[in-house]
């Protein structure tokens, strides 16, 4: 009987698990292990800057643990979306960790890298020829939008880790890719159908998850024909038919359509058994194959330089009249910004009110609820750093400063909890590309170059 | 009546991509999320008014496998772009806490 056997090690390479979770996987004999390490929940930042958001401490950790049980057994691990947003610098500085700890280790090892930054040019070229289209609801993609990115990757299905595994790599670092995909293509190279292999990929994709208690932990999979077996490997932690059923809640539109590159998985139908207190079977998922390839890409611009100033005001007659004395800031902000040679269309001054309406904004239902005290995160964003910086620290001395009706505290009207209070910080990105774009293969977009460490 | 924010298990709010929220509701118990269920007050209605957006732009699902009820609506602002103030979309669950169900017996 076929039977795949898969151990997904945390919820992002670098947020932790227990050893001995990892050694109980172990004990199991799994084709294969790995662990995603990306997301774009973390926002446009780490893919604009090539940075990750994950620190390379915490991932040398968890990845030294892989790397060791991998090469002890000879089993192959796979890391997706490396780095936390899958391109070039975070494919590189992944496998500059997964050297270092060979080298430390005196581990070899066949590794495969699989890129998943776009080139631009390319792309521009298929979105003139009609060949990409917009995700939620944003414009046509144009080879202007294109140009203006900083970096664009694609979401890579199994094939390319068909691929690199079929080459016989036994580390498969690979750049953005949909979440299923690495386990998928274990489970499709074991022989199994795509509903199953797409399904136990859904389970892994975040370790323990779906399992109780909630805790960064490890994940044991076992695929056979028309069913996934899900089990954590930490006795303290397990799967019940309703821990499972929802995770197919976790980060996406719909729990029962998931569109995926080449077809949708249909979870309508799923039958959750328990087949141990800790364990549940799960059947009857189905793979309908679309009639289109299309991979979908993620991109970034930068949008300019952002600093920011926090404040908070214990002040009832300010709180009271907070939102006529907020716009009086901003027109002092803008006269004073204006006189040393940044104009009012040059910068950005955006102003959260905690206490109000920080967290919700405009969605906030309770907005009139009167607080003791308000803190304010103000933010200004600009072209340059310096200029940024030159607006901010103009806006902090006005919400400090400036005279309001009826006021009684005239030394200050904020409470500044650091020095320096202004703070840098940096460049600041946003999402600018969230497209598909047709492909002649599964493994176009995405190439695999290979070294023996 | 009763508050969602006192009889559901689970009241959530996450990003469904940068461009949208999904909030879901979770029950425990198969009988209470039937009767919530009944009353038919979650509805797509209710999350376009909540989260002002056009009824034609919640995705809303009841999924009875997980005793839950999940609606995706489009961000007002896409995460970490101008004024955004949830990149993660994790705290936008709390209007959903205080809607009543009308429903007098607890099962």
Not at chain 2, 90 to 98: C, E, G
């Given at each position: 009987m076929t039977e795949v056997r898969l151990l997904s090690t945390t919820a992002i390479l670098g947020y932790g698990f227990p050893e001995e979770s990892l050694a109980r996987g172990m004990a199991r004999r799994p084709h294969l292990i790995g662990a995603d390490a990306g997301s774009v929940d973390p926002g446009p930042f780490y893919l604009g800057s090539g940075k990750g958001f994950t620190s390379p401490r915490a991932v040398k950790r968890d990845l030294q643990l892989m790397l060791r049980a991998s090469c002890e057994q000879g089993v192959p691990v796979v890391i997706s979306t490396a780095g936390g947003a899958g391109g070039r610098p975070h494919l590189e500085a992944t496998a500059a960790i997964a050297r270092e700890i060979a080298a430390e280790d005196k581990l070899g090892f066949k590794m495969a890298l699989i890129g998943s930054e776009q080139d631009k040019e390319l792309l521009a070229r298929r979105a003139e020829a009609g060949q990409t289209r917009p995700l939620a609801g944003l414009a046509p993609l144009t080879r202007q939008t294109i140009e203006a990115s900083t970096r664009i990757v694609g979401l890579m299905g199994p094939e390319p880790y068909q691929a690199a595994l079929d080459a016989g790599a036994q580390v498969v670092i690979a750049g953005r890719s949909t979440d299923p995909a690495p386990w998928a293509a274990a489970v499709l190279r074991g022989g199994l159908g795509s509903a199953e292999a797409w399904y136990a990929g859904k389970m892994l994709e975040c370790g323990a998850e779906p399992a109780l208690p909630k805790k960064e932990d490890c994940l044991f999979v076992t695929v056979g024909h028309g069913y996934v077996e899900c089990e954590p490997t930490n006795p303290i932690r397990r799967c019940t038919p309703l821990s499972v059923a929802n995770f197919a809640l976790h980060e996406n539109s719909s729990p029962i359509r998931h569109i995926e590159p080449g077809g949708i998985l249909d979870t309508s139908e799923c039958r959750f058994d328990a087949v141990s207190d800790r364990a549940v079977r799960i059947s009857g998922m189905r793979w309908e194959p679309s009639e289109r390839l299309t991979i979908k890409l993620e991109g970034v611009e930068l949008a300019g330089y952002r600093s920011i100033t926090i404040c908070a005001t214990r002040d009832p007659v300010l709180i009271a009249s907070i939102g006529p004395y907020l716009a009086k800031v901003r027109e002092v902000v803008a006269d004073k910004s204006a006189a040393f040679g940044i104009s009012p269309d040059a910068f950005r001054l955006i102003i959260r009110s905690y206490g109000l309406n920080g967290v919700m904004g405009d969605l906030e239902p309770l907005a009139n609820t009167p607080a003791h005290e308000l803190c304010f995160v103000v933010e200004a964003i600009c072209e340059t750093q310096e200029q940024a910086a030159a607006v901010i620290g103009m806006a902090r001395l006005t919400m400090l400063h400036s005279d309001f009706e009826g006021r009684l505290c005239k030394e200050g009207n904020m409470a500044i909890p650091f020095s320096p209070s202004d703070i840098d910080v940096g460049p600041m990105y946003r999402f600018n590309v969230f497209h598909t774009v047709e492909a002649s293969s599964p493994t176009e977009l995405f190439p695999i170059t290979y070294e023996t460490v | 009546m009763a508050r969602i924010g006192t009889i559901a298990q689970v009241c959530k709010s996450k990003n469904a991509g940068p461009f949208h929220f999904t909030i879901d509701v979770v029950f425990e118990d198969p009988a209470l999320f039937n009767l919530v269920k009944a009353t038919g007050v979650l509805d797509a209605p209710l999350f376009a008014r909540l989260y002002k957006v056009g009824i034609e732009q919640v995705q809303f699902t009841i999924y009875d496998a997980a005793l839950a009820f999940k609606a995706t609506v489009p961000r007002k602002i896409p995460a970490g772009d101008f004024g955004d103030t949830d990149v993660y979309g994790?705290?936008?669950?709390?209007?959903?806490?205080?809607v009543d169900i009308p429903i007098n017996t607890l099962p």
């Open positions: - | 994790a705290q936008q669950h709390a209007p959903l806490l205080d």
